[in-house]
């Protein structure tokens, strides 16, 4: 199995930033992609970013220009630099791993971040 670990999530006011980081752990061998979707109560969960291992990145409209996504391939780490946080930003953030061995997908236990006045 896999295991990811986020961090980074909090409390911020808006226009404030804030860098997420999911380290990846387990029986990996390769990770394809990673990425992170948020999800706000009541709502579905959502694509926020996504990377691959060679570097190529896609970004939600609503985050485009705010937020960065990158990886460190060597730490099985993924980054989410967050600026211009928006209150509609507000959501538990979940980090995904696709394993290339199989293409099967894993998911972390999720990171909260608020952002409110």
């Known amino acids: 199995q896999v295991q990811l670990v986020e961090s980074g999530g909090g409390l911020v006011q808006p226009g404030g930033s804030l860098r997420l980081s999911c380290a990846a752990s387990g029986s990996i061998f390769s990770i394809e992609a990673m990425g992170w979707y948020r999800q706000s109560p009541g709502k579905q969960r959502d694509l926020v970013a996504t990377i691959t291992r060679r570097g190529s990145t896609n970004l939600a409209d609503s985050v485009k220009g705010r937020f960065t996504i990158s990886r460190d391939n060597a730490k099985n780490t993924v980054y989410l630099q967050m600026n211009g946080l928006k209150p509609e930003d507000t959501a538990v953030y979940y980090c995904?791993?696709?394993?290339?061995?199989?293409?099967?997908?894993?998911w972390g236990q999720g990171t909260q971040v608020t952002v409110s006045s």
């Open positions: 995904s791993a696709q394993r290339a061995l199989d293409g099967r997908n894993y």
